[in-house]
């Protein structure tokens, strides 16, 4: 069984100490989201999240969903948990009050987020894709079908999916084959296949709704021909209540290596009746709306199973003995955590671990700001930088999952490959986060090829690394790491002009080092945010000394021993691709 206790301390420092982004702290509406209130939150959620949910990870992947006759059952206990999920309001945490949500900022969401995701992965998928329905229906939907929809979703008696994926398109949505075809009354007839489509069917509510990507007749082709259908499991009455079944049904699901309680299922849409969301031929940017957020959250599924993956080694390691350390002194066998290596692995895990956590609640500010600043100059900004931190949250966060998944199983040494201690589990459910809501290679693509090319949007960035290397400037004890980062931030430069589309760099070697490029910048930001984060460490260590002491020596581990790996990325990527271009693969 694995070990989860939420870091609810951890996350109240940054709550506390770190939320310093000043637009951050001129939204009216959250000046009301005091402390004590998040505190509360926080402790609950920790609560629900140890004692409900953990255990149904477990139980997930002993019982995968089913299916049967045409419909999907979730593992044992999914329905229980889910009911009293919803009674307690969880799905509505960060929606609009208007649809009866309790309107909490991604600050506080973003740190359920990361619970659920440490103790059920498989759970969290059903609402995760519903608010990522909500927001998209609530950005894009007329006021009717917001009416009809988002309070039921809102509820959590009906879920959402996202329909993109085609047995011949995944990563090139231009290869979208369905189609819409459109009826006298306004509304579509959908026909076609999708498949992947998590919580595409299951028992857990009264009713799904799909969001589709289809073609209408005659439309573009590639991208520029695909709209965005709101099709529902069954139909709504004019009452609202449900009506008729509707022409969407369950083919199939996947049996997977991981997230085996959520069902990925492949959907035949027959003549569905569906409605347009958004313009015509607009229906990816729509989509966009919920594949950015969801990406950040993807990123934060990563995070969250790594804390799981992080406190279950460490457990185990001051249980199991093996040898001696080199400080044995009574002759007697060591806890394994008395080795340096192992410390050595424990630390990476946490150093990566606690930079994350201060990043994505950095970035949870900015994507507040974003969606609820009363400037929309300050907006623009806010969402820009959210843009082009996006696929850098997406990868790296889940990248990293993989190694400290992986490094997890190797503290357990053999008993981490069986079955019983549950440590494997983290390592194959994190498996999908690097390939769902766009790959992780296609992501430093566009950080490469989109993103960073946008300069003014990349300086802005910059202006916060400068300003907090600044602010660390007057702090004695972190000279070093000032120097540290200043030098790295030279090569950063380097690194962006050589690997600039509009430079001379040739075309294959940029494409060959995207990767390399959005791993040195998950590190470089690491780095800023590790700063920012001692910083704030300092200015209250008499507060709490073993606290700060604590996060201070993380820090400073994160300094010494993983920001030199950046620089080992822009060596390899500047050698260039003339060997992987040049090779036969014969
Ligand atoms: C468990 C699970 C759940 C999922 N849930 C959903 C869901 O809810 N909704 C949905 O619509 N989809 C879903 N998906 C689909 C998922 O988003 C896709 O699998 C993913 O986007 C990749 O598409 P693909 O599998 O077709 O791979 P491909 O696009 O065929 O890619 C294969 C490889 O080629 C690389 N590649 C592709 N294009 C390029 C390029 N231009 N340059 C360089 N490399 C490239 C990729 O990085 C990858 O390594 C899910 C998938 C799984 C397995």
Redesign the pocket.
Known sequence: MTVYSAPVKDMMFLFEHLKDNKNYNEIEKYKEVTSDLVKDILEEAAKINEEMLLPLAKAGDENPCVYENGVVRTPPGYKEAYSKFIEDGWVSLTCDPKYGGQGMPKTVSAFFDEMLSSSSLSFKLYSE?SIGAYNCILSHATEEIKNTYLPKIVEGKWSG?????EPQ????LGLIKTKAIKNENGTYNISGQ?I???SGDHDLTENIIHLVLARTQDAPKGTKGISLFLVPKYEINDDGSIGPRNGVNTVSI?S?MG?KGSP?CVLSFDDAKGYMIGPENKGLNSMFTMMNLERIVVGIQGLGLSETAYQTALSYSKERKQGKSNNNSNGETDLIIKHADIRRSLLNMKSIIEGERSLSFWMAQQVDVSLSHSSEEVKKDASDIVGLMTPVIKSFFTDMGMEITNEAIQVFGGYGYTKDQGIEQLFRDNR?TP?????N??QA?DFVFRKISQKKVFDNFMKYVETEIQDCSKVDKLNEHVKKISELKNILSDFTDWISPNGNTPKDDISASCNDYLRFFGYFCLSFIWLKTMRKSYENLENNKEFYEDKLNTGNYYFDKILPRAESHYKSAISGSKYTMSAKFN
Do not use: N, R
């Open positions: 894709l999916t996202m329909c993109l994926t398109c995944g990563t090139d999708k992947f489509i998590t996947e997977k997230i990925a999908i390939i769902y809501e766009g790959t290679s296609v693509i």
